[in-house]
């Protein structure tokens, strides 16, 4: 469990590091009309796995996945900070009551978005576009492998990222309904080097410096993921929000084996204005 603590340190102090330097570069108002937020939401996740790294099997279940942000609007640009873990259980048709072949996962998504606006049609259909830094961590532990149970993805990327807004008129509000769409150009990946799983024979193994070394650079070629989203934003009192989200996230990563995922989000939040 050390390196779950080191990563769990390592996360927290890129979280928090984050939300200091998105405060003081991106999120000072310097308008009036700017709109700053804080987001706390909670959603449902269903996950569809393929990992040659555990078994030739596709695996599949659900889970919960809260999530934190901050968002900065204005009527020139879109800034969004996003700390989303997911918590899922995943299994196999093939599984029975000797062979559970059941997976874990904890998934960890950090994501900024800076994005401008490019295009506007008749100030109600509003076009923007910029750029998405995305890290991703899925840690998944299949208890059925005894030593080799546990298997990590990892993936930071950018790549360009794009959102179309369309205002509409519900119950005597104006109301936001929006279409997201970003993808990695740019990826530092990697996964264990030792048939793709994580070694604990070896004690002088080290887990984040296996995982540095073990890392490459690599475009789309070796790291494909495609996220896009639909939410739907509704005014309450004091300028805050509900908004209700679809996500599908979908990657693809291939360093000694292959692995597919894919991730169905549904999700509601309540955005705070401050």
């Excluded at 739907?232 to 000694?256: E, H, V």
């Amino acid at each position: 469990m050390i390196f779950m603590r080191t990563f769990i340190l390592i996360l927290q102090a890129i979280f928090f590091a984050s939300i200091v330097a998105g405060q003081n570069l991106e999120l000072p108002r310097s308008k009036k009309t700017d709109s700053r937020y804080w987001l706390i939401g909670l959603g449902l996740s269903v996950q569809n796995m393929y990992d040659e790294g555990i078994s030739y099997v596709r695996y599949k279940g659900t889970g919960i996945a809260p999530s934190l942000g901050l968002i900065k609007s204005s009527e020139k640009k879109y800034c969004q900070f996003l700390f989303q873990p997911t918590f899922n259980k995943l299994k196999t048709e093939r599984s029975n009551g000797l062979r559970p072949m059941e997976v874990s996962t904890t998934r960890f998504i950090l994501d900024y978005q800076y994005l401008v606006s490019v295009k506007e049609w008749d100030q109600k259909l509003k076009l923007y576009a910029g750029g998405n830094i995305s890290l991703l961590f899925n840690l998944k532990r299949a208890e059925q492998l005894d030593n080799s149970q546990l298997v990590y993805d990892y993936a930071l990327s950018i790549g360009p990222a794009a959102k179309l807004d369309k205002t509409v008129r519900w119950n005597k509000r104006d109301c936001l309904a929006s279409f997201g769409l970003s993808l990695p150009l740019l990826s530092h990946i990697a996964r264990p080097y030792y048939l793709n799983r994580i070694e604990f024979i070896d004690p002088k193994n080290d887990f984040l410096g296996d995982l540095f070394s073990n890392s490459s650079i690599v475009s789309a070629n070796k790291n494909l993921r495609i996220t896009s989203g639909l939410s739907f934003t509704y005014p309450l009192f004091n300028k805050n929000t509900l908004k209700l989200g679809y996500t599908w996230d979908f990657y693809k990563m291939k360093t000694i084996n292959s692995v597919y995922a894919a991730e169905h989000l549904i999700a509601i939040s309540f955005l705070s204005n401050y």
